[in-house]
């Protein structure tokens, strides 16, 4: 089971942590994706990390604000959100690769494990 966390409320300009931790399948390895879908739009990528190298990429929209982790002793994935904004505000899930040691890409076919989301809002 993929479990989401740390979702919630915060002002423009604040931060927020959401993780996923994994509790019957490893993490490590294996590569790791957030995304996130805003009423009325499509799911988008916004960063992932590698399951080869623990290499991270991350979307344009938030390069710079956002830090993708992980914590193989947890087995949990981290993403540290910063300086948000109103236009962050969406479900955030997690998901990971079907295959080990890949890099990761921001393409949600190559993902068949989906967390249940956690809901971001950025609002003053």
């Known amino acids: 089971q993929f479990v989401e966390s740390g979702g919630g409320l915060v002002q423009p300009g604040g931060s927020l942590r959401v993780s996923c931790a994994a509790s019957?399948?490893?993490?490590?390895?294996?590569?790791v994706g957030w995304f996130r879908q805003a009423p009325g739009k499509e799911r988008e990528g916004v960063a992932c990390i590698s399951g080869s190298d623990d290499s991270t990429y991350y979307a344009d929209s938030v390069k710079g604000r956002f830090t993708i982790s992980r914590d193989n002793d947890k087995n949990t994935v981290t993403l540290q959100m910063n300086s948000l904004k109103p236009e962050d505000t969406a479900v955030y899930y997690c998901a990971r690769d079907t295959e080990l040691f890949r890099l990761c890409v921001l393409m949600s076919p190559r993902y068949g494990y989906w967390g249940q989301g956690t809901q971001v809002t950025v609002s003053p």
């Open positions: 019957e399948f490893p993490l490590d390895d294996y590569a």
